[in-house]
């Protein structure tokens, strides 16, 4: 076995054996066992075990976030003290200096990568359990654990006509238009989950300061790049790791949707949102740093009415004779 499958094995047992859990349990509730409607549904109980197991390192990454947002105004003035100095102490200076910065914070520039890096064993496990269903059918073995009759069962299973172990690239049996077409709809409702997801975020949870930070730059322009990447990359996988990476991107959308209405960053658009929304209802704004209502000394002074522009009076010019 190659180094990358024997990493990988632990995680292709353990992805194939949460399907099979949810495989038997629909299966002893009625579903027919060989439908690809009950594998599917096995297949959207292992992004809701996954999902739910990172839901702590959702909330860690939250506070990760909200950290590097209160810092910005730090790294500016950082940035600024060192400006136009490029020699090696220099940037070792600066580099000591922002570290110390993320340790006082207790974030860092990579904390909003770190579900999706923890999924990422999962999703190449499950990746290559789905890939390897036809090679595992011919050989009359099983994959992960999956034993044979189960390794048939899904090779045979499809949904609207194609095959779940199918690609767009590189087929798999089954009408090959419908497996073209539903892999392009699913690649397409993957890509475009994930960009809304990451535009509400900058568009309605981050503050100025955060939004004009060298990172988040950097963040504008993964924005296009990784829904492109994997885009790109989803004419590899089977059908069926396209529904488990929609459905995954789907609950980031709903997780964040939640988190941006009900705990905003400091200073963000959705943070003012929540606010008005509050004293609508009657109630006192909150500090959303520390969840708490403000003081009436703590609360900002209403904006100041905008002066009417003066209209210019037009004379009455005089006819000439």
């Given at each position: 076995?190659?180094?990358?499958?024997?990493?990988?094995?632990?995680?292709?047992?353990?992805?194939?054996?949460?399907?099979?859990?949810?495989?038997?349990a629909l299966s002893f509730i009625g579903l027919p066992a060989a439908s690809g409607?009950?594998?599917?549904?096995?297949?959207?109980?292992?992004?809701?075990?996954?999902?739910?197991?990172?839901?702590?390192?959702?909330?860690?990454?939250?506070?990760?976030?909200?950290?590097?947002?209160?810092?910005?105004?730090?790294?500016?003035?950082?940035?600024?003290?060192?400006?136009?100095?490029?020699?090696?102490?220099?940037?070792?200076?600066?580099?000591?200096?922002?570290?110390?910065?993320?340790?006082?914070?207790?974030?860092?520039?990579?904390?909003?990568?770190?579900?999706?890096?923890?999924?990422?064993?999962?999703?190449?496990?499950?990746?290559?359990?789905?890939?390897?269903?036809?090679?595992?059918?011919?050989?009359?073995?099983?994959?992960?654990?999956?034993?044979?009759?189960?390794?048939?069962?899904?090779?045979?299973?499809?949904?609207?006509?194609?095959?779940?172990?199918?690609?767009?690239?590189?087929?798999?049996?089954?009408?090959?238009?419908?497996?073209?077409?539903?892999?392009?709809?699913?690649i397409i409702a993957m890509t475009a989950s994930q960009f809304i997801t990451q535009k509400q975020i900058m568009a309605k949870?981050?503050?100025?300061?955060?939004?004009?930070?060298?990172?988040?730059?950097?963040?504008?322009?993964?924005?296009?790049?990784?829904?492109?990447?994997?885009?790109?990359?989803?004419?590899?996988?089977?059908?069926?790791?396209?529904?488990?990476?929609?459905?995954?991107?789907?609950?980031?959308?709903?997780?964040?949707?939640?988190?941006?209405?009900?705990?905003?960053?400091?200073?963000?658009?959705?943070?003012?949102?929540?606010?008005?929304?509050?004293?609508?209802?009657?109630?006192?704004?909150?500090?959303?740093?520390?969840?708490?209502?403000?003081?009436?000394?703590?609360?900002?002074?209403?904006?100041?009415?905008?002066?009417?522009?003066?209209?210019?009076?037009?004379?009455?010019?005089?006819?000439?004779?």
């Amino acid at each position: 076995m190659d180094p990358l499958g024997t990493i990988l094995l632990p995680f292709e047992w353990l992805v194939s054996f949460v399907m099979v859990a949810f495989h038997d349990a629909l299966s002893f509730i009625g579903l027919p066992a060989a439908s690809g409607w009950t594998w599917t549904f096995s297949i959207i109980g292992l992004v809701l075990v996954i999902r739910g197991a990172l839901i702590p390192v959702f909330v860690r990454q939250i506070k990760a976030q909200r950290g590097m947002q209160l810092l910005q105004p730090d790294l500016q003035k950082l940035q600024a003290k060192y400006k136009g100095k490029s020699d090696q102490l220099s940037r070792q200076a600066m580099a000591q200096e922002q570290m110390a910065l993320y340790k006082q914070h207790g974030t860092n520039p990579f904390s909003a990568c770190l579900p999706m890096l923890i999924q990422m064993p999962f999703f190449f496990g499950l990746f290559r359990v789905l890939s390897g269903i036809s090679n595992a059918q011919s050989n009359n073995t099983g994959i992960g654990a999956l034993n044979h009759d189960q390794v048939d069962q899904f090779h045979n299973s499809s949904i609207f006509g194609a095959p779940l172990s199918a690609s767009l690239l590189h087929g798999g049996g089954g009408d090959a238009v419908v497996v073209a077409v539903l892999s392009i709809l699913m690649i397409i409702a993957m890509t475009a989950s994930q960009f809304i997801t990451q535009k509400q975020i900058m568009a309605k949870n981050m503050s100025e300061a955060a939004m004009a930070s060298p990172f988040m730059r950097q963040q504008k322009i993964l924005l296009y790049i990784l829904p492109l990447v994997f885009g790109i990359g989803g004419i590899n996988f089977p059908i069926g790791v396209l529904i488990y990476w929609t459905i995954s991107n789907l609950w980031t959308m709903g997780q964040q949707f939640y988190v941006i209405r009900r705990m905003p960053s400091p200073g963000s658009p959705a943070a003012k949102a929540l606010n008005e929304r509050r004293i609508a209802r009657g109630l006192a704004p909150i500090d959303v740093t520390t969840g708490k209502a403000m003081k009436p000394e703590d609360m900002p002074p209403p904006p100041e009415p905008k002066a009417q522009r003066q209209q210019p009076v037009r004379k009455n010019r005089k006819k000439k004779s």
